[in-house]
């Protein structure tokens, strides 16, 4: 769930180093096929006339984060985008080691990949530096839940303070509730759940067409086969930080992206 070339440089380094990689990973498996926020802009201490040298000037504040769009024509609870543009979204459960989502996020800067990342309240609560870590790298930063409990068998009180409490801990870390809503433990949401999530301020809910299941840890070989077996044109895929296999498999999934002419891109840039 984790340097100076230049990206044609990087591009040919990638498909030398992880092209072979690839082809015998996919060779070897292929039958293995798995089931209002604060303004932007520069504030100032008051000055106290008595105390002129006690002035101090704060640094800009950060502009507050995208929040979610209206996509007209696209369905409430969304899994894939155009089928006929070259673009792609990788999609990343937010919670885990911060160590191995900086890694991953790094990989993807790397690679010239923005990602988008649906970030579970309690882990930004333990580890809020990451919020700004994601939005300061390009990414998009969207809700994953409170506590990443199962909220399809919740009832209906406590499946909004499960979808409004991450979105009010977005709000007060980035200034909006994200771009995003995805339930937790579902790939995808109930009637009810879509229902909650419009009330809080998401009009869709996010869902995918290409998990990756890297989350059974199965090993780096197979995270990549079962992506690059199923990944096209308009695909959303699921994949998380905190598991040593989705590191080791991002790079030869960036470089078969590549290799195919696809450009990762975030949800939001998918669908626009």
Not at 224 to 233: D, F, H, L, P
Request: charge should be neutral; proline fraction near 8%.
């Amino acid at each position: 769930m984790n340097a100076s070339d230049t990206p044609v440089h990087r591009r040919g380094a990638l498909r030398a180093g992880a092209g072979a990689a690839l082809a015998g990973v996919l060779a070897a498996g292929c039958a293995d096929h798995d089931a209002a926020g604060p303004p932007a802009g520069t504030v100032t201490d008051t000055v106290s006339p008595k105390h002129p040298a006690d002035a101090t000037t704060r640094p800009p504040s950060p502009a507050p984060a995208p929040g979610p769009h209206r996509f007209p024509g696209q369905p409430v609870q969304i899994d894939h985008g155009p089928r006929d543009r070259a673009r792609v979204a990788l999609t990343f459960h937010g919670q885990g080691d911060p160590a191995i989502a900086r890694t991953v996020l790094a990989e993807a800067e790397r690679a010239h990949a923005r990602v988008t990342v649906l970030a579970v309240g309690s882990w930004l609560d333990e580890h809020p530096e990451m919020a700004r870590r994601i939005l300061d790298g390009g990414h998009e930063l969207g809700n994953h839940t409170q506590h990443h409990v199962d909220i399809s068998t919740m009832d209906e009180a406590r499946a909004y303070a499960e979808i409004d409490g991450c979105a009010q801990r977005l709000r007060r870390l980035t200034g909006s509730i994200g771009t995003w809503f995805r339930p937790s433990r579902t790939q995808y949401a109930t009637p009810l759940v879509q229902r909650l999530a419009a009330r809080a301020g998401y009009p869709h809910v996010l869902s995918y067409d290409v998990d990756s299941l890297d989350f059974t840890s199965p090993g780096a070989a197979a995270v990549t086969r079962k992506v690059a077996g199923e990944i096209r044109n308009g695909s959303v895929v699921s994949l998380h930080f905190g598991y040593a296999d989705t590191v080791a498999a991002l790079p030869l999934l960036l470089t078969e992206i590549d290799r195919r002419r696809l450009r990762a891109v975030t949800t939001t840039e998918l669908l626009t």
